[in-house]
């Protein structure tokens, strides 16, 4: 389901009234000027458009290539891990942890 106006497909490609070429009132030659101007100032605002949407897709391409580099690295210390304890056991897992904590007796 749809949660606003832009994810439905298709949306942004209606024409509107000028991409048509409809009007109210016949063309005079006089309005060729007008339509020139019209049009350029439709392909300015397209041609910048489009390259945000160049940025916009590279930047999402190269966070893209770092999650893919992340996730290769994480899942090669978790294959790493199950091996070493596959090897030496669950002895192994709790003599690191030993290990890294000092014990000291206290009196009261």
């Known amino acids: 389901m749809p949660r606003c106006v832009s994810d439905i497909g298709g949306l942004r490609n209606i024409r509107s ?3 048509t070429g409809k009007r109210s009132i016949p063309r005079v030659a ?3 000027y007008l339509d020139l101007y019209m049009l350029r ?3 300015e605002r397209l ?3 489009d390259a945000i949407l160049e940025k916009r897709k590279a930047g999402i391409q190269k966070r893209l290539e770092d999650i893919k580099k992340e996730m290769e690295v994480l899942e090669k210390s978790t294959q790493q891990e199950k091996e ?3 090897r030496h056991g669950e002895a192994v897992k709790e003599e690191s942890q030993e290990k890294k904590w000092k014990k000291m007796a206290l009196s009261y």
Request: charged letters at 40%; one cysteine or more; hydrophobic letters at 20%.
């Open 47 to 49: 041609e910048k458009e």
């Open 84 to 86: 070493c304890i596959g």
């Open 41 to 43: 100032k439709e392909k």
């Open 30 to 32: 006089s309005s060729a």
């Open 17 to 19: 009234m000028h991409s």
